[in-house]
């Protein structure tokens, strides 16, 4: 994600959704609400990325 190269946004994703199930599983949620935030912050310009992440069961 942080180099930009769109086509491996898929695969960015679906780690981010194993690493949610895994924050969920061991109650923190927070912990991931936070993580979530900073990502879109750091990568708002990145229209394709913010809208998987928000697309993705991600919330």
Do not use: C, F, I, P
């Amino acid at each position: 994600m942080d180099e930009g190269k769109a086509q491996y946004y898929y695969y960015a994703v679906n780690w981010l959704r194993k690493v949610r199930a895994a924050q969920l599983q061991l109650g923190q949620s927070e912990n991931w609400k936070r993580y979530r935030k900073t990502l879109l912050q750091t990568h708002a310009r990145k229209r394709k990325l913010v809208s998987m992440l928000q697309q993705r069961d991600l919330t």
